[in-house]
């Protein structure tokens, strides 16, 4: 199970009056979803899995390639797959989150994703969208150059991927769902992990501790993926430099640094020369944290160790990474990332924008009906995007949207915050109180659009990784404290604004990005920090069909999960 079988198909174009042959490969994957045993800082859980790892197998293919991934459910409750970056042009039939583009599948039948790469180079991954269960079900997805082309740079010796992951001592779907009955704070990790290993900082991680072997004078590309449930990261490698080559599945300028900043969600194409001293260096993943609320502050290692003849140190040297809370290193590290935008690799950035969004994302709460949580304010913790807390139906949206049914969603998702006020100043006279509500923002075919997401310091003022599905966008422009729609985009970068699909928004600031909607279909945003997800920090974009076949979704698939 879970190996790459392969097609071909062959796709032909007129180009200029000729008649061009393509050929494009077809992969396809079992992955069954199963629980497994793993034994970590001393403790042994079952947990689910695919294919029996964690984390799970590294999905590998072409640019323009399309593949195929039975999902076979073993466990014990349903569940879907996202492919978190991929696109999806006109099939968001596969894309996968839970209730918004299919209903779970369930324990004991299976389910084929058609995933199809377009314009993705590079690292990207795919984990599952249903509540928790993409803490320990995820993995790579490696997107090589198409046939008869290679890397915007030299190409490496060798390619590693390195995953960042959380780890739960506890049943991770418990966590969860005591949370949302309690409304108490759902549980923290108990520690981080590279692939899969917390690293030998940790008792009984000794042995198991994930190694790199590297020779002496090679260059290393390794794709870090961040999988981490609920921190943003800094990650390094003790005395090397490193050169950050692409985020997000496509190329970047290159940024030479000592530690890059990850966020959940992220993934970054990173080459290092394993040019010093032969001996051994710690690969180490630390928490960043710029809110005042608690998070576990532990570090994740691995070892890099040179191959060669020499005396291994007692203990390996350990990189200098910024403090947990130190927001100026994080965002120097995230303004620094720029596209290629050359003639090999052009962007094309909307300059005429026909649908502006302004989006107010804040921590708030919600009253619990007859005093039902176990809180001592008797409220619980809630998040909005726009002073709406989203609401999961039990049909999915995708469904209702394409059948036409009633009361599942409504199309008024508001273009701005209900009112205004000082965003990231004072808000002590600002009500913490939200609504529930499932709400879409229609867009039209075609669309140039710009989101301008607003940080906000209600409750806790704090960076939100905001991803959307269906999408890369262009980040536009960033800044500090409230967004002014005069002075601001006279500062936008039009020329080579980074192209990404998870976007950080920096505590008590702003993040605007723009995109062309020309991907029919119903397309899930949210913040891919998963306390905030859970508590409501969502919503959905739904891009109309065109006027055209080739711009309206494709059909819907013979068999879709059903809702129960």
């Known amino acids: 199970m879970g190996q790459n079988k392969m097609g071909l198909i062959l796709v032909f174009l007129f180009l200029d009056g000729l008649l061009v042959c393509l050929a494009a490969d077809v992969h396809y994957y079992d992955f069954v979803l199963q629980e497994a045993n793993f034994t970590r800082m001393c403790s042994t859980k079952s947990m689910l899995t695919v294919n029996g790892s964690f984390p799970g197998p590294t999905i590998q293919a072409r640019k323009g390639d399309t593949i195929f991934v039975n999902v076979i459910n073993q466990g014990t409750y349903g569940v879907t797959i996202h492919w978190h970056g991929v696109k999806q042009p006109r099939n968001p039939w596969s894309d996968g989150p839970e209730n918004i583009t299919q209903c779970p599948i369930a324990a004991g039948t299976n389910f084929t994703y058609e995933v199809i790469l377009s314009t993705e180079e590079g690292t990207l991954w795919w984990h599952a969208h249903s509540d928790w269960t993409r803490a320990t079900v995820h993995g790579a997805i490696v997107i090589l150059p198409a046939a008869g082309t290679t890397y915007p740079f030299p190409t490496p010796y060798k390619e590693q991927t390195i995953v960042l992951a959380s780890w739960f001592k506890g049943d991770v779907m418990a966590i969860i769902t005591t949370s949302i009955e309690t409304g108490a704070d759902p549980a923290h990790e108990d520690g981080y992990t590279i692939n899969g290993e917390p690293g030998d900082l940790y008792d009984c991680s000794n042995e198991t501790t994930y190694r790199l072997s590297v020779e002496y004078n090679k260059t290393y590309l390794l794709r870090i993926v961040n999988a981490v449930m609920n921190e943003e990261t800094f990650f390094g490698i003790a005395n090397h430099n490193l050169t950050v080559v692409a985020q997000d599945g496509a190329y970047i300028k290159p940024i030479n640094t000592s530690y890059i900043m990850i966020t959940p969600g992220q993934t970054m194409d990173v080459l290092f020369a394993a040019n010093q001293t032969l001996s051994h260096y710690y690969m180490a993943a630390s928490p960043y944290h710029d809110s005042v609320v608690t998070f576990p502050n532990s570090t994740a290692t691995a070892i890099v160790e040179y191959e060669g003849n020499y005396t291994a140190p007692s203990s390996p040297f350990f990189p200098t990474l910024p403090a947990y809370n130190d927001i100026e290193a994080a965002q120097k590290f995230t303004n620094s990332v720029k596209s290629l935008a050359n003639e090999e690799y052009p962007i094309n ?112 003022a704090m960076s939100h990784p905001i991803h959307l599905h269906g999408f890369s966008f262009y980040v536009v422009g960033t800044g500090s404290g409230n967004f002014n729609n005069v002075t601001d985009p006279t500062n936008y970068n039009l020329v080579d604004p980074p192209e990404i699909n998870t976007v950080n928004l920096p505590k008590s600031g702003w993040v605007a990005i723009r995109f062309v909607a020309d991907n029919p279909g119903v397309w899930f945003l949210h913040c891919h920090i998963e306390r905030h997800a859970s508590w409501g920090m969502d919503t959905v974009l739904i891009v109309k069909n065109g006027t055209t076949s080739d711009t309206s979704m494709l059909p819907p698939p013979s068999y879709m999960p059903p809702c129960s």
């Not at 006279?429 to 607003?454: C, F, H, P, W």
């Open 349 to 460: 950035v909307p300059e005429t924008i026909d649908t502006r969004i302004y989006i107010a994302v804040s921590i708030n709460a919600l009253t619990c009906p007859n005093s039902s949580c176990d809180t001592a304010t008797g409220d619980k913790t809630a998040a909005s995007l726009n002073n709406v807390s989203f609401a999961t139906p039990q049909i999915d949206i995708l469904q209702a949207y394409y059948r036409g049914l009633n009361n599942v969603f409504d199309q008024d998702f508001p273009n701005e915050p209900p009112f205004f006020y000082n965003f990231t100043g004072d808000v002590s006279n600002v009500s913490l109180y939200t609504a529930q509500g499932t709400k879409a923002r229609m867009i039209d075919y075609g669309e140039a659009v710009e989101i301008v997401y607003q940080g906000t310091n209600l409750r806790a």
